[in-house]
């Protein structure tokens, strides 16, 4: 695949973007590069390529590949051109290095069953009758819930109606859903959000208070895929406990996103909560969005789900199309692969022009870099794979690391997201159109960029909506999925992640085991402390140590942090 990845991803290429009008809407998207005369002699290579693959001929594929470079370099000023087929609502076009997203306005067939996976709603031979009922019916009883909570149906007690909303969630059970929120929500429409999405003692203390007496008509969702993991468990404890202290009830206030008989489900059973969903065992979390865990917030926002949806499995079919050039996820993957030398090589910056996409780069964060970052290929060998993600927004970028991207290291790939459609409301004053000097400070960046050598891609989308956001995170995961063949990576776990909570549950161990050593009211030094707890190094006792002293009033030291040999602890 090499050779054709090079021609799509050359930096040098000239690409002109050809967009469909708007009212054509967006049914299958389709990505179709024609690239003059070269093409043919490029897709004879690709053909011989196949062949070279399939007899293992690694001598056949490096001279196909330097044949291909140079049929490349030969064509200097080749012109790309992006053509749709807009019959029938297939509007994309590649242009400027970018990719049409567009607005998807119409349900691909019997999209209902997007659910916890858009997957399964597009290819349904790919899931069974009885779980694309099941995913039906959670989307059906989702969509119930949320409205009855808005029109009041649905009360924290009677005459009480809800007027907050608490999401208890981690990674993507937090991202996911403040991507909808941010991405979505309009003023005054649905209810308002507040999160626990970490254990941060003080970011808890300060959502709690600003909720205040709210807490007794606040509906609180605690969502933990297997039930077992601590930062969930943690801060549905401290709700619980806020809540009841403002006189609310938890039974009647409390919904679980869990696996069917996940310690959360059977604690939210027995506790006769309000509700319970379903959160499939297929689903990761970075990919959770279009199940219960953003369909749920989705939907108490007063946002089309089902648009979302149908968004979401339009582009799956498209990114299910064999061939590489009619495939916008093979060419984003594509893409990615050239630019980072297929090793990650150079970071990815998102640049997405709207306010409303703020959070869509640290979404990106988890997506790819969880995904793909990887110490060993599914062959065993150790490979350090991954693609670092970060970004801000536009044209908040201008004034921020644009700076760096043009005239510093060059170590990047820009992806700029750009909305064509602005809101009606906003009228020019003073003959200065905001959107205008938005849509000129983006092709300003991008042009600056690409005078310099530097490489960038563009995402465009017709209007911002519930449609086109699911398009456009449906076309990222594939990307993700598809990068991950090309490195041979496993983008579907996370061993790393699992690793760190290993050694975090070791440390608190550790830690118990350290306040019941200084319990004996003697005096310690970390060396006596080290030799109890029969540890190599001492150096995990000292953070612990630190953390316990500013907490806990009766552990006491004595001497200079700066030099730990000096310390003395003891049990006050």
């Known amino acids: 695949l090499a050779p054709v990845f090079s021609v799509l991803a050359k930096p040098w290429c000239h690409l002109r973007r050809l967009m469909c009008p ?22 004879s290579l690709f053909e011989a390529s196949k062949q070279a693959v399939v007899k293992d001929d690694t001598g056949a594929i490096r001279r196909l590949s330097d044949v291909a470079a140079t049929a490349i370099e030969s064509a200097g000023g080749m012109l790309v051109t992006g053509a749709a087929a807009c019959g029938g609502g297939a509007g994309v076009g590649v242009g400027a290095r970018s990719t049409f997203v567009g607005s998807c306005a119409d349900c691909a067939s019997d999209t209902a069953g997007c659910g916890a996976g858009h997957s399964a709603a597009s290819a ?22 949320g409205r009855d909570v808005l029109s009041g149906t649905i009360a924290a007690a009677p005459g009480q109606p ?48 600003s909720l ?19 930062e969930p468990h943690i801060g549905m404890l401290q709700a619980k406990l806020a809540v009841e202290a403002r006189g609310g009830s938890w039974a009647h206030q409390a919904v679980a996103v869990t696996m069917l008989g996940s310690r959360l489900d059977q604690e939210a059973e027995q506790g006769n909560w309000l509700a319970r969903f379903d959160m499939f065992d297929w689903v990761g979390g970075r990919t959770s969005i279009t199940s219960a865990v953003g369909l749920l917030p989705g939907v108490l926002i007063g946002s089309d789900i089902r648009a979302f949806l149908a968004g979401a499995a339009a582009m799956d079919a498209a990114t299910r199309r064999p061939e590489l050039r009619h495939n916008p996820a093979a060419l ?26 703020e959070v869509f780069s640290r979404y990106l964060q988890q997506l790819v870099m969880e995904s793909l970052g990887k110490k060993l ?73 690409t005078e310099e050598g530097r490489l960038n891609l563009s995402i465009t989308l017709q209007r911002l909506d519930a449609a086109s956001l699911g398009a456009l995170i449906a076309l990222f995961e594939r990307a993700v999925g598809l990068y991950g063949e090309l490195v041979n990576v496993n983008a579907y776990h996370q061993p790393g992640v699992e690793a760190g909570k290993k050694a975090a549950a070791a440390l608190l161990e550790l830690q118990v085991r350290l306040e019941q050593a200084l319990a004996d009211q003697g005096e310690h030094t970390l060396a006596d402390l080290q030799g109890r ?8 006792l000292y953070w612990i140590l630190r ?14 942090w700066g030099q730990p040999d000096s310390l003395v602890f003891l049990h006050g």
């Open 22 to 43: 708007a009212d054509e809407g967006l049914e299958t998207v389709s990505l179709v590069l024609q690239l003059s005369q070269s093409i043919e002699v490029l897709d």
């Open 124 to 145: 349904p031979a790919s899931t069974t009758a009885a779980s694309a009922a099941h995913i039906r019916a959670e989307v059906d009883r989702i969509e119930a819930f």
């Open 162 to 209: 809800f007027t907050d909303v608490l999401w208890i969630g981690i990674g993507g059970s937090g991202l996911g859903p403040l991507l909808m929120i941010r991405a979505l929500q309009d003023p005054g429409s649905g209810l308002p959000f507040h999160f626990f999405d970490n254990v941060d003692p003080d970011g808890m203390r300060r959502t709690l208070a």
């Open 212 to 230: 205040g007496d709210r807490l007794r008509t606040t509906l609180v969702i605690v969502v933990s895929k297997s039930g077992g993991t601590p």
């Open 332 to 357: 984003l993957a594509a893409a990615w692969y050239q630019a980072g030398g297929g090793r990650g090589q150079r970071d990815m910056v998102v640049l997405p022009y709207r306010d409303r996409l």
């Open 377 to 449: 290929d599914r062959s065993g060998q150790v490979v350090h794979q991954g693609l670092a993600v970060y970004g801000n927004k536009g044209s908040t970028d201008q004034h921020a690391y644009v700076q760096q991207l043009r005239d510093g290291i060059d170590n990047f790939f820009v992806t700029f997201i750009e909305v064509l459609e602005d809101p009606g409301d906003i009228p020019p004053l003073e003959g200065e159109n905001p959107g205008d000097f938005l849509d000129g400070f983006l092709q300003g960046t991008r042009s600056a960029l």
């Open 533 to 540: 707890m029969g540890l190599e190094s001492p150096e995990s």
């Open 547 to 560: 953390h316990l002293c500013a907490n806990r009033s009766r552990i006491a030291v004595r001497g200079d």
